[in-house]
C-alpha cells in the first residue's frame, strides 16, 4: 500500500491550491487521513485530519482557509487551500492509517509535496 501526494506549486498570496492524496494496492479501509507541512527549520505540524465518518480537525493557524475531504470510493483525501500566505510555504505531507486486505492497521506518509507562496 503506497500514498501519492500532488497538486503542490507556485502560488501568489491570496490564491488557491487543492492538493490530493491518493492510497493505492489491497485496501480495506482508511480510517485516518491527514495532512501536515513543514517549513526550513520548523517542526512539522499538523494542517488538518479527517476521520472516516467525516469528523475534521484542523491546525490553529488554518482559520477557515483550508478545507479537508476525502472521497472513501477513490481512497483519495483532498485539501483546499485558499487565501495562502506566504507563511504557508512548505512541504506537505499526507499521512493515513490504513487498513489492508489482511485488516492489519499500517501508518503511512505520502512523499511531500511543495507549496510555494510568492508575495
Known amino acids: 500500500v503506497q500514498l501519492q501526494a500532488s497538486g503542490g506549486g507556485l502560488v501568489q498570496a491570496g490564491g488557491s491550491l487543492r492538493l490530493s492524496c491518493t492510497a493505492s494496492g489491497k485496501i480495506s479501509r482508511i480510517d485516518r487521513m491527514g495532512w501536515y507541512r513543514q517549513a526550513p527549520g520548523k517542526q512539522r505540524e499538523l494542517v488538518a485530519d479527517?476521520?472516516?465518518?467525516?469528523?475534521?480537525k484542523y491546525g490553529d493557524f488554518v482559520k477557515g482557509r483550508f478545507t479537508i475531504s476525502r472521497d472513501n470510493a477513490k481512497n483519495t483525501g483532498y485539501l483546499q487551500m485558499d487565501s495562502l500566505k506566504k507563511e504557508d510555504t512548505a512541504i506537505y505531507y499526507c499521512?493515513?492509517?490504513?487498513?489492508?486486505?489482511?485488516?492489519?492497521?499500517?501508518?503511512?506518509w505520502g512523499q511531500g509535496t511543495q507549496v510555494t507562496v510568492s508575495s
Open positions: 499521512d493515513a492509517y490504513i487498513l489492508n486486505e489482511f485488516l492489519r492497521g499500517d501508518h503511512l
Open positions: 479527517i476521520t472516516y465518518s467525516g469528523i475534521k
